[in-house]
């Protein structure tokens, strides 16, 4: 069965930096696409970056670009999300989500992690 | 970028009865080569990640009882539950992929009257 478990969720301060993982089981990691999607405190969901299957294109929100780098390593089945110059704003969960090739929408979410950005 | 819409933001509606949330594109998400609508609808329960029950705009995913279905073509779109359970309490996502600025609506507040 497809999992998705996310992690290094956690407090920074404004300005800092983070990295988030997520792991994937139970499909083939290295045929398929990946999201992050955020989710700040009582608010809706914003799509934030997405990486293809073979990591050779990105993509992201415009208030993350420039900030945010997604990367995967196929090998280790795993995806990552390199934060920096952390805004209160960015505060949320994060998911990463499965993109299903056939389906063209996200098929498989993780739990998400939660990231706070404060003083 | 592609603005999502979604109406109501809120609904109450008794058990057994039909629930319906509409969903509107600033822009197309039909693509005309391949006559597919970029438009998937999501349900997210409190604490839990969102999970997909609708793509391609009327393609019900696996394990996703058949009272929830989806219509709507170009830049207007529904997903209706035609027989309210308890379980369906939710906020409803709709979402489009058609650009890679992918997008959802606000969400739709889902309740029991």
């Known amino acids: 069965q497809a999992h998705l478990v996310e992690s290094g969720g956690g407090v920074v301060q404004p300005g800092g930096s983070l990295r988030l993982s997520c792991a994937a089981s139970?499909?083939?990691?290295?045929?398929?696409?990946i999201h992050w999607v955020r989710q700040a405190p009582g608010k809706g969901l914003e799509w934030v970056a997405f990486i293809l299957f073979d990591g050779r294109n990105e993509y992201y929100t415009n208030s993350v670009k420039g900030r945010f780098t997604i990367s995967r390593d196929n090998s280790k089945n795993m995806l990552y999300l390199q934060m920096i110059s952390l805004r209160p704003a960015d505060t949320a969960i994060y998911y990463c989500?499965?993109?299903?090739?056939?389906?063209?929408?996200?098929?498989?979410w993780g739990q998400g992690t939660m990231v706070t950005v404060s003083s | 970028d592609i603005v999502m819409t979604q109406s109501p933001d809120s609904l109450a509606v008794s058990l057994g009865e039909r629930a319906t949330i509409n969903c509107k594109s600033s822009q197309s998400v039909l693509y005309i080569s391949n006559n597919k609508n970029y438009l998937a609808w999501y349900q997210q329960k409190p604490g839990q990640p969102p999970k997909l029950l609708i793509y391609w705009a009327s393609t019900r995913e696996s394990g996703v009882p058949d009272r929830f279905s989806g219509s709507g073509s170009g830049t207007d779109f529904t997903l209706t539950i035609s027989s309210l359970q308890a379980e369906d309490v939710a906020v409803y996502y709709c979402q489009q992929y058609y650009t890679t600025t992918y997008s959802f609506g606000q969400g739709t507040k889902l309740e029991i009257k």
């Open positions: 989500a499965k993109d299903a090739n056939s389906k063209g929408a996200f098929d498989i």
């Open positions: 139970g499909f083939s990691f290295s045929s398929n696409g």
